[in-house]
Structures are given as C-alpha cells and as structure tokens.
C-alpha cells in the first residue's frame, strides 16, 4: 500500500479508483502522474497560439522571407522546451542583441506569445508556417542522425531504431510512424515532441493492443486514401493491407487507428478493419 497526501490526490485532481503510475526521475526519485494525463498529452493537441504561416493570397501561398540573424535566434528558440519559453528564461538564453530581433520577430507575428488560462506567464510559441518552412525536418540535417536511411536496412528498421541514438522526431521523419509498447516511454516522447504535437505536426492514440501510436500528420494524410480503398466490403485484414498499400504492418495499424478515431473504420476483431 502506498499512501499519497491528500494535497497530492487533490493537485493531480484524483478520483477513487482512478489508475495512477510512477516512472523513475534519478536514483532516488520517481514522479507520480494519472494514466489517462499520460495518454492525453499524446492523443490531444496542444493549445496553439495564432500564427501567421504561409501567407495566402489571390488563392496562393506566398513564401516567407527571414535573415540569417532572425533564423538563427528562430533556431536558438527551438532548443527550448515550450514549457520553459518564458519572458525570464529567454532573457537569461539570449544576448541584447537577441532579444531586439525577437521582438522583430513578435511584431512580424512570426513569434506569439500565448498563456493559458488561469497561466499568469506567456510562453512563446513559432508561427506553424514559419516553423514548417525553416524549421521543420531542418535539424536532422544540423545533427545528421547515426543510423542509415531506412531504404537501407532490413525490414523493420524502425524497431532497431529506438535502441539507437537517433531522437524520435528523426525516426517519426524516416518511417512516418512510431510503436510504443508502455506509458513510461509514452510519456518521454511526448515531452520530446511537445512542439511537434502542439501544433498538430504529430499524434497519437493507445490501441486495444496497450500500444502507442505516434505517426506525423502528414504520413497519416498520404496514405490513408489508399489504405481506405483497399478495405473491402465485409473488413480486410491488416497483412493483406499491408501487402495492397506495400505499406508496414504497424504503419497500417497506425493509419487504421487514427481513422477509427475520426469514426471512418472500425476494428471488427483484431487486425480486421471495416468501413463505417
């Protein structure tokens, strides 16, 4: 039996028989978060401030233009974690110098604060479209990531993969997808693509098989037309899908579980999918 404060219980908002975990912080320590606190920082987005992006106009997008000195403050508050993006901590992580063009950067709206409410700080979020024009994908080619590309190594690279050094969003960018088999890890690639979640880059959800589903947006948006289309009128099985689509067993399960989110296919039994 382990007895929690009632102060505890009442931060975290817990409820009789409500599930709780802990996962190891150091040598002495561990945190105590809510399973289903876990499992919505991966399946729900982030608040997301207003943004500027890809301007449109007459119908077309026009292409954003920054300096070097404007991309390189851009870089420097990427390696932020968003949580820690406060007035005070970016005063501590950047020069005068710094901090003038980020102010550029906040009236262009290509930088915006955001608070939540209740929040008595604003933290400073990327605009979606300057992030997915500069900066997104960007960092695998600053730190090109140790492990060959997936076109070169057997089936099922991606499983290899995670005992490597390469970081999630690297591997998210080779395969499109990502299996995560327990919460501990769950929680850990969530904290390390909190931004990407945030602005709805990535999601996610948690399988009838206990295992996490973590794909990139747009892996979902191109495939998931041709995984559609060869589902059959009485459901068709995973392998046989994978096998149509020339797609990964688990990517097909990761498009077929973000479908049955949205309520376009359902799991009749296990890895038999229906149209709904």
């Known amino acids: 039996m382990v007895y929690i404060p009632s102060d505890v219980t009442n931060s975290l908002g817990l409820k009789e ?32 401030p207003a943004v500027q992006g890809q301007q449109q106009q007459r119908g077309r997008s026009q292409s954003i233009s920054i300096s070097d000195a404007e991309l390189a403050v851009l870089r420097k508050l990427d390696t932020i974690k968003y949580n820690d993006r406060t007035a005070e901590k970016l005063k501590q992580v950047l020069n005068e110098n710094e901090r003038k063009i980020l102010k550029d950067l906040i009236a262009k709206k290509f ?10 700080k604003s ?63 769950a929680s850990a690639v969530s904290a390390e693509l909190e931004e990407s979640i945030r602005r709805g880059l990535v999601v996610g959800t948690r399988a009838f098989n206990k295992k996490y589903y973590i794909t990139l947006k747009s892996f979902v948006n191109k495939n998931a037309a041709k995984v559609v289309k060869a589902i059959g009128p009485k459901g068709t099985g995973v392998a ?35 149209l709904v």
Do not use: C
Not at 111 to 120: C, T, Y
Not at 252 to 267: D, H, Q, W
């Open 17 to 48: 028989g409500e599930d709780v975990d802990f996962f190891k912080f150091d040598d002495k320590s561990f945190l105590l978060a809510k399973k289903s606190d876990i499992l919505k920082m991966l399946t729900h987005s982030f608040p997301q």
């Open 111 to 120: 930088v915006s604060p955001f608070k939540k409410a209740g929040e008595q």
């Open 123 to 185: 933290r400073y979020g990327i605009a979606k479209g300057v992030y997915d024009q500069f900066l997104f994908g960007k960092r695998q080619q600053q730190q090109p990531a140790q492990a060959p590309p997936v076109a070169q190594v057997a089936p099922k690279a991606w499983e290899k993969k995670l005992a490597e050094n390469a970081t999630h969003m690297q591997l998210l960018e080779t395969s499109g997808f990502l299996v995560i088999a327990n919460q501990a890890e």
């Open 240 to 274: 046989e899908i994978s096998k149509v689509t020339g797609i990964d067993e688990e990517g097909v399960r990761a498009i077929l579980y973000m479908l049955a989110e949205s309520g376009e296919v359902s799991e009749a039994r296990r890895d038999l999918f229906k």
